[in-house]
T-cell receptor, first 114, second 110 residues
Framework: QQQVKQSPQSLIVQKGGISIINCAYE??????FPWYQQFPGKGPALLIA?????SEKKEGRFTISFNKSAKQFSLHIMDSQPGDSATYFC?????????????FGTGTLLAVQP | DVKVTQSSRYLVKRTGEKVFLECVQD?????MFWYRQDPGLGLRLIYF???????EKGDIPEGYSVSREKKERFSLILESASTNQTSMYLC?????????FGPGTRLTVL
């Protein structure tokens, strides 16, 4: 059962453009929503994360927008660069206690063309 | 600098072989995880462990087992490898929220 739905599966953006990746979740008990970035040959690494008590979080060119009522959150990459080309995964978890199991989306392959 | 290491980057095994994938973390984390990554399916949790000798099944545990005898080491075992277990295997560790991943092991079962 897919609890976190991610779209699009792949995305091509021109250098300097805005990349937008969307995720939707079902479980209203989720309280932590991270985005992971994975380069070829590497494991995923945490990029940015948000909790449902805020609607937006920005770190440099990366912004998470969160819509609690719609159960959706998205990653915006401003001024996209070729170095941003990677696979991006959204995820969600609840509790954040001892184990913090993450439910991952299916991933988005981003290609930023020079 | 935090580090999660996996014993092999690439592994080729034959159907029916017993396969061991090893993962070591140096961050003194309580939690460790094994995922498999397949195109279009994202990361799926196989097993996780929240303490030494403790383990819980994830979403796709069939055909796998795990062992955690020491806090820093978490092993994934394929008792009898099958071709449908050809995949990228990722290990991760965490203390609270952020999970730190190893580089992955690409396993091919012939």
């Amino acid at each position: 059962q897919q609890q976190v739905k991610q779209s699009p599966q792949s995305l091509i953006v021109q250098k300097g453009g805005i990349s937008i990746i969307n995720c939707a979740y079902e479980n209203t008990a989720f309280d932590y929503f991270p985005w992971y970035q994975q380069f070829p040959g590497k494991g995923p690494a945490l990029l940015i994360a948000i909790r449902p008590d805020v609607s937006e979080k920005k770190e440099g060119r990366f912004t998470i927008s969160f819509n609690k009522s719609a159960k959706q959150f998205s990653l915006h990459i401003m001024d996209s660069q070729p170095g941003d080309s990677a696979t991006y995964f959204c995820a969600a978890s609840k509790g954040g206690g001892a184990t913090n199991k993450l439910i991952f989306g299916t991933g988005t392959l981003l290609a930023v063309q020079p | 600098d935090v580090k999660v290491t996996q014993s092999s980057r690439y592994l080729v095994k034959r159907t029916g072989e017993k396969v061991f994938l090893e993962c070591v973390q140096d961050m003194d984390h309580e939690n460790m995880f094994w995922y498999r990554q397949d195109p279009g399916l994202g990361l799926r949790l196989i097993y996780f462990s929240y303490d030494v000798k403790m383990k819980e099944k994830g979403d796709i545990p069939e055909g796998y087992s795990v062992s955690r005898e020491k806090k820093e080491r978490f092993s994934l075992i394929l008792e009898s490898a099958s071709t449908n277990q050809t995949s990228m295997y990722l290990c991760a560790s965490s203390h609270r929220y952020e999970q730190f991943f190893g580089p992955g092991t690409r396993l091919t079962v012939l």
